[in-house]
Every structure is written in C-alpha cells, then in structure tokens.
C-alpha cells in the first residue's frame, strides 16, 4: 500500500493536489450555499457569528494540516506531500483573510479609525491581526517564481514564521474563547500545534548532533 502511495506518477500527484484544493474550498461553499439559499437554517440568527466562527475555525485546521505535512512526510516517506504545503498553507491564508474581512466589514463596516481602536483594546485581537500580517509575505511568496528570485535558502527561512504565525493563531483562537469558558477546543488546538513543533525541535537537534559527530570524526582523522 505504502509502496503504491510513495511512487505516485505526477498525474495521480496532480489529481491529489486537485482533490485536496476542492475539499479546502468545500467549508467556503457551504457558507455560501446556506448564505444563498437559507438551507438548514441559513447562517443561523447571528449570521455575523456564524461566518466569524466558520472562517477562523477553518483557517485554524488548515494551519495545523500544513504544519503537519512536514512530519508525516518524515514518517510516512511520501515525499511528494510536499507539494500539498504551499496549497494548504494559502487555503488558511484564505480563510484567514475572510475572517478578518468579516471583522472589518460587518463589525465596522471599513470604520479604519474604529477597527484600529478595537484592535488596540482588544488583545486576542491584536495577536490575530499579527498572525495575518506575517502571513500576508508567506503568501505573496509562494510561487516558483519568487522561490527564484528570493533563492532557496532565504526563501525557507522567510516560511519559517509559519512557527510563530500557528501559536498566535492558538492564542487567539484561546482568548477568544476563554471569555465564553470554551477552552476544550484550543487546549486541542494547543496541544496539537505544540506537538509538531516539538517534533521539528528534535529534528534540528538530531541534525545537529550528527553535524557535530561528522565534525569531531573529520578533525579526528586529520589527527591521525
């Protein structure tokens, strides 16, 4: 089965990668269809609520399915899910975006001077905005073109706030619902962002102890 998987041909790649995007965009659908349509009771009797919720609940997965490529890649050998990373990781920019967009919109309906006023009085606020902000350079750089201009190593570095940008989305997803005694949620949330950080901590230490060992081996032999 894993043999299968590891050895996809670009095509079936491709057709994944297709599938993924579809099922990504299927959450934004939803809310558009019960927006439309007003099925199963529409967006419910607090529809700002609702899509507020909806998007940030969804950008939030996302965030946590593109930290998890890396290491599952790592375990499972499927090297090709690296190309799912940068799909995943503009589909929670999106959703992101959307959810800012409804607090602008119609919590303040563009007030530039009121937004500012709300964000500044309201920390679990800020922090999200922050979180959108040092997201904004990951997705304008996340074609093949600026991974050339920018070069490789600049390029990974730039996606390294991805590891700031998911533990202050879990902070403000905490603070948010820590004022409704909701914490069930982001204590999951939490847990599950710190678990594959952790995992890259290891790795980078694993790294660094080999580098040191193929070191010490080198000037070793030169001794002799």
Not at 78 to 90: D, I, Q
Not at 93 to 120: A, G, N
Not at 156 to 181: C, E, R, S
């Given at each position: 089965?894993?043999?299968?998987?590891?050895?996809?041909?670009?095509?079936?790649?491709r057709?994944?990668?297709?599938?993924v995007?579809?099922?990504c965009?299927?959450?934004?659908?939803?809310?558009?269809a019960?927006?439309?349509?007003?099925?199963?009771?529409?967006?419910?009797?607090?529809?700002?609520?609702?899509?507020?919720?909806?998007?940030?609940?969804w950008?939030?997965?996302?965030?946590?399915?593109?930290?998890?490529?890396?290491?599952?890649?790592?375990?499972?050998?499927?090297?090709?899910?690296?190309?799912?990373?940068?799909?995943l990781?503009?589909?929670?920019?999106?959703?992101?975006?959307?959810?800012?967009?409804?607090?602008?919109w119609?919590?303040?309906?563009?007030?530039?001077?009121?937004?500012?006023?709300?964000?500044?009085?309201?920390?679990?606020?800020?922090?999200?905005?922050i979180?959108?902000?040092?997201?904004?350079?990951?997705?304008?750089?996340?074609?093949?073109?600026?991974?050339?201009?920018?070069?490789g190593?600049?390029?990974?570095?730039?996606?390294?706030?991805?590891?700031?940008i998911?533990?202050?989305?879990?902070?403000?997803?905490?603070?948010?619902?820590?004022?409704?005694?909701l914490?069930?949620?982001p204590?999951?949330?939490?847990?599950?962002v710190?678990?594959?950080?952790?995992?890259?901590?290891?790795?980078?230490?694993?790294?660094?102890r080999?580098?040191?060992?193929?070191?010490?081996?080198?000037?070793?032999?030169?001794?002799?």
């Amino acid at each position: 089965m894993f043999a299968r998987l590891r050895n996809l041909s670009q095509r079936q790649v491709r057709t994944v990668w297709l599938l993924v995007l579809l099922l990504c965009l299927l959450p934004l659908a939803r809310l558009i269809a019960l927006g439309v349509t007003g099925a199963d009771g529409g967006l419910g009797a607090n529809p700002i609520e609702f899509i507020t919720r909806s998007t940030g609940d969804w950008a939030l997965y996302l965030l946590s399915i593109t930290l998890a490529v890396t290491p599952l890649r790592k375990l499972s050998g499927l090297n090709w899910l690296v190309r799912l990373r940068r799909t995943l990781g503009l589909m929670a920019f999106l959703y992101l975006s959307l959810h800012f967009l409804t607090f602008f919109w119609f919590d303040h309906f563009f007030d530039l001077q009121e937004m500012w006023k709300d964000i500044l009085r309201r920390p679990f606020i800020t922090v999200g905005v922050i979180a959108l902000v040092l997201m904004l350079p990951l997705a304008l750089t996340s074609t093949n073109r600026m991974i050339r201009l920018l070069g490789g190593k600049r390029w990974q570095l730039l996606h390294k706030l991805m590891y700031l940008i998911a533990p202050l989305a879990v902070l403000h997803f905490w603070w948010a619902k820590a004022g409704k005694n909701l914490i069930a949620q982001p204590v999951l949330f939490a847990s599950i962002v710190g678990v594959l950080l952790l995992a890259r901590v290891g790795w980078w230490l694993q790294k660094r102890r080999a580098e040191q060992g193929r070191a010490t081996a080198a000037v070793t032999r030169k001794a002799a």
